[in-house]
């Protein structure tokens, strides 16, 4: 099948590069363990609660981690969390679903007070599980390989990322999770990579050859030799490298090198490599893997993160960009054909998710009133749907609006040129644009960079890039082009304003082109 991509939430900045061990595996609904009611039963669940609290209490580790058993040792001593499991059972419930029940309403508790409090609620679907899996014996983990390898989960414990072994784990894969929950906390602190809510996780088999970069959130399945290459130098980008990025004034290159980030948390990282700004803020990484949207504060509270972080450096967010491998169950599916329920045309469909979002992001700018926001829409088909939403956005209160550009129907030469009557910006998709211009399947193909040098593709690229300048707008590239030496210096002939690349790749990138 070649090359997949992988795209959830980075936790830490590293890259790492190995075999892919599976650990997939989920609680199974167990039979009844107790008589409804009865008192062996609560004897039994006190006993068990008690036994993962010391469990808990004893993991041998420091710092945060530490800090993490603490408090996970704590919530599960609360006598309130043991009352409300006997009250589940007065009501007749097994003592796996009462158990579940008590669990679920305390989770549900902290996600109603959200911020720090909604991020522990997932520690309850740890600890109900604990509790059930002590019950009835089962206490075993997975048999780790001797040789290093990437660690591939559903899910990971605090107890479980405690444990790991930095000499043999490379990197954490999980399919579900989130940057600030416990688990990552300790990850981040082990420095090692990590990539949470990564969907499609559960395809990767064993043995698979994994490429993993936290900075952007992406994992490489079967990475091509070209995707290697990139990434050689990254982990341990040369001292020459580091220096040029953390001082670029001292040698000034023809574009701006804007970073690529899902997370507010990885702004940090996106500076200390010397980025300009931010190309592609992925906002679809707050919206995986729930069953209701964020909640407008939620938003809120996450993009103002973001505008501080960078103070007046221009940040591009692009609103919540929907395909399918991202589904979510809170959406109406909305088009059809080739670019049916993508981008713009899902939003539109759904007209309140992006008004929350954009009222959002209008609002964080209150909050950090010196940044430089510019948002954008993504796979937008036409001018008239570019018209639409630059209308929207400017009523929602935001300034600089631009589109991507990622079908070759809207890169010829008439379509762009009534798109630039409405927009400020324009930033070209280079991976959805190859695909679609040469046809390719994005269920069962990958984008080499062989494949957007194409003529085909090069010249949609040149007459978008010479409408923007005829207009005297700016145009950028936030695709995985971007991210390599040689088709940045082609863009960069051809008149583009930024590129756009994962963090990791930001300081070899410059020097290459300095």
């Known amino acids: ?83 409300a499991v006997k009250a589940h059972l007065s009501e007749g419930h097994d003592a796996s679903r009462a158990i579940r029940g008590a669990f679920n309403q305390f989770a549900r508790s902290l996600e109603a007070l959200g911020g720090y409090f909604a991020e522990r609620a997932g520690d309850l679907v740890y600890l109900s599980n ?121 040698k000034p290159i023809a574009v701006k090198l804007f970073a690529n980030l899902g997370s507010s948390i990885e702004s940090k990282v996106a500076l200390q490599s010397g980025a300009d700004g931010v190309g592609l803020f992925r906002t679809e990484l707050l919206y995986l893997g729930r069953q209701e949207p964020p909640s407008f504060s939620e938003q809120v509270s996450e993009y103002a993160e973001l505008l501080r972080q960078f103070g007046s450096h221009r940040v591009i967010v692009r609103v919540l960009d929907l395909d399918f491998d991202k589904p979510l169950p809170f959406l109406v599916p909305s088009g059809t054909g080739r670019y049916a329920n993508r981008g713009l045309q899902v939003l539109l469909a759904n007209p309140q998710i992006l008004d929350t979002q954009l009222r959002a992001l209008a609002e964080a700018l209150t909050i950090a009133p010196m940044a430089d926001l510019w948002v954008m829409a993504p796979m937008v088909l036409n001018a008239a749907e570019a018209a639409t939403f630059a209308g929207i956005a400017r009523r929602a209160g935001l300034k600089h609006i631009g589109v991507m550009v990622e079908v070759p129907e809207l890169a010829e030469p008439t379509e762009i040129a009534k798109v630039l009557e409405h927009v400020d910006f324009l930033s070209i998709g280079t991976n959805d644009l190859t695909h679609y211009t040469l046809g390719l399947s994005r269920q069962s193909s990958a984008v080499t960079l062989a494949d957007t040098r194409r003529p085909e593709v090069m010249k949609l690229i040149e007459q978008v890039v010479a409408a923007a300048k005829k207009a005297g707008k700016p145009v950028g590239i936030c695709g995985e082009a971007a991210s390599d030496a040689e088709t940045a210096a082609m863009l960069i002939d051809l008149g583009v304003d930024s590129l756009s690349a994962s963090p990791a790749l930001l300081p070899g990138l410059r020097l290459a082109l300095a």
């Open 1 to 83: 099948m070649g090359e997949r991509v992988l795209v959830g939430a980075g936790v830490g900045s590293g890259v790492a590069s190995g075999p892919a061990f599976v650990h997939l595996r989920s609680v199974e609904a167990l039979a009844e363990i107790s008589k409804p009611g009865a008192r062996i039963g609560l004897i039994a669940i006190r006993t068990a609660m008690d036994a993962v609290a010391v469990d808990l209490e004893n993991v041998k580790t420091t710092g945060d981690a530490l800090e993490v058993m603490q408090s996970l040792a704590m919530i599960i001593r609360d006598p309130a969390l043991f009352d």
């Open 130 to 250: 604990r509790v059930i899996e002590e019950l009835v014996g089962r206490k075993d983990g997975p048999e780790f390989p001797t040789e290093p390898f990437i660690l591939v989960t559903e899910s990971l414990s605090p107890v479980d990322a405690a444990k790991l072994d930095p000499k043999r784990v490379l990197a954490v894969i999980t399919a579900e999770g989130t940057p600030t929950s416990h688990a990552s906390i300790i990850i981040r602190a082990a420095r090692l990579p990590m990539v949470v809510g990564a969907v499609g996780a559960p395809v990767i088999r064993p043995g698979q050859h994994l490429l993993v970069d936290a900075s952007s959130g992406q994992v490489f399945v079967e990475p091509t030799a070209d995707r290697e290459r990139q990434y050689q130098s990254a982990a341990n980008p040369p001292t020459e490298a580091l220096d040029l990025a953390r001082s670029p004034q001292s």
